[in-house]
Every structure is written in C-alpha cells, then in structure tokens.
C-alpha cells in the first residue's frame, strides 16, 4: 500500500511541477515565444529553468556516460568547440548565403531511444546548443504546456501526409537559423515494455541527407525504468546518457536513407543491449 502511495503522489508531483514552473516563467515565455528570432533564449529557459528544476525535483541525477568517458584533452577541445559555436552564433554575416553556410554548418539532427516523458527535459539538459524538436500534434491540446508547445516545436501529425511534408520545410527553415532538429526515429513510445528499441521511421534521416546535417546518435539507458507510461511504477535515481560518435551524411543521398538509418538503429540498439547484459551480469 505504502509503494502504490508512493507512486500516485510522486506521479501527481510531476504534472504540479511541471505546470507550476510554467506558470512562474509565464512572462518570460511570453515573450521569448513572440519572435522565432529570441527562440535561442526561449531555449535555455527551458533547459535551465524548467526541465533541469524538473529531472532534480522529481529525484532523478543525469548523468553522462560519454563526458566521463573523455579523456582531460578530449573534453578540453569538446568545450572549446561548444564555446566556438556560440561565439558564431552571435556573430552577424552580411552577405545572405555566407550567413546560411555559417549557421547551418553547426546543426545537427539528435535522434534518441524513446519511452518516457522524462525523455524531453533529459534531452533539453544534455544539449547547451539549441535545438528544436519534432513532437506529435496531440501535446498541443494541453491546457498552458500546450499553449507554448504550438510556439516552439515542429507539430507533424502522423495520420497526414500533408503534416509530414510540412515538417520538411519547416525543419529545413529552423536549420537555415542555425538550429539543430531533435527526433525520435521511433515515432512513439512502444506500448510493449519489452521491446528494447522500436522500428525507425524515415523523417529524420530524410531531413539530414537533405540538409546533409550530422546526425548525433544519444542512448538514454535508464528513463523506462525511472518514469514509465504505466501509472504504478517509476522510482527516482540516476539516469545516465551517452552520447555516441556522430554519423555524417555528407556526400549521402536519399537512396543511401535506409542504411543509414540501419547505421543509427544498430548504434543505439547495440548500446542498449550491452547495458541490460550488463545489469544482468551476463557476457554477449
């Protein structure tokens, strides 16, 4: 009785935190949300001030496998590029199309495992460069979350064509910024636990071949545990991430899409598989 407890006030908590640190930053977001120009300082506002107050809030600690794995010398260039970038970004080119290879030359296309809800604000907190999801168009009918979701992400619904073809061009326009694009390859989260990594879907390798954008594979091991979909289960803890060597497209084009997702799937599923041999205490 007292793990069932446990559970429903400690799932009632998150949707209070949530909504209650949107409406304290109501104004802000008010207002960042009023130009897609301020969209940068909308992010880190999310990412500092709502999700990491969140994952904190709710007893969960990211860690991040791949920096401990970084050597002293390879995290000092990691920093010095990160530094690189957003002193590029706030730098102003004149001429149009030298201003479109600056920026666009820093996006990436961030693709993730996904099972939980707790998979967006851990995604927020694992990148300081902005990015911009691609979300189903169900979230926008949220009462206040939903409000500032329609503002800053990509909507697709997945029942249209027309909505899919749209996320393209509105990818491709918020990649021209200097944005990077976040997506689930698996379109939703599984309604089979047991399935360790789901079928990709083609949106995302698409967009990177045709921006010929990196794409930036990021393994979240342990969010299905901590914060399933099911009502009873969850508990606090770590939460560890790695984020895994980039793949590049350049050079790719559309007819090289299904390797390259196959490329990215077996990445993630491989990582994924060790941990639970691991967990288990087993050898593959």
Request: charged share 25%.
């Amino acid at each position: 009785m007292l793990k069932y407890l446990f559970w429903t006030l400690w799932h009632v908590w998150f949707y209070v935190l949530t909504t209650l640190l949107i409406v304290l930053l109501l104004p802000v977001l008010l207002v960042f949300t009023a130009r897609r120009e301020w969209y940068p300082q909308l992010y880190w506002v999310a990412r500092n001030l709502w999700a990491r107050p969140i994952l904190y809030g709710m007893g969960w600690r990211p860690m991040d496998r791949s920096q401990r794995a970084e050597s002293r010398e390879q995290r000092k260039w990691r920093e010095l590029a990160q530094r690189q970038y957003v002193k590029s970004n706030e730098q102003r080119v004149d001429s149009k199309s030298s201003k479109l290879k600056a920026q666009s030359s820093h996006s990436q296309m961030l693709i993730a495992n996904h099972t939980s809800m707790s998979d967006i604000m851990l995604m927020l907190v694992c990148s300081r460069a902005p990015f911009v999801f691609v979300g189903k168009k169900e979230l926008a009918k949220l009462p206040l979350f939903g409000f500032f979701y329609r503002r800053a992400v990509i909507m697709v619904d997945r029942s249209s064509a027309q909505s899919r073809r749209e996320v393209y061009t509105q990818a491709m326009e918020r990649i021209a910024q200097g944005l990077s694009i976040c997506i689930f390859p698996e379109g939703g989260v599984p309604d089979d636990e047991s399935i360790v990594l789901d079928k990709f879907k083609d949106g995302a390798f698409r967009i990177a071949i045709e921006c010929q954008i990196p794409i930036v594979p990021i393994v979240f091991y342990d969010n299905k545990h901590r914060f399933p979909y099911r009502f009873f289960a969850g508990s606090p803890g770590r939460m560890r991430v790695e984020v895994l060597p980039t793949i590049s497209t350049e050079g790719l084009i559309l007819e090289d899409k299904e390797s390259l997702k196959t490329q990215c799937h077996k990445a993630i599923y491989d990582k994924l598989l060790g941990d639970s041999f691991e967990l288990l205490g087993l050898t593959r």
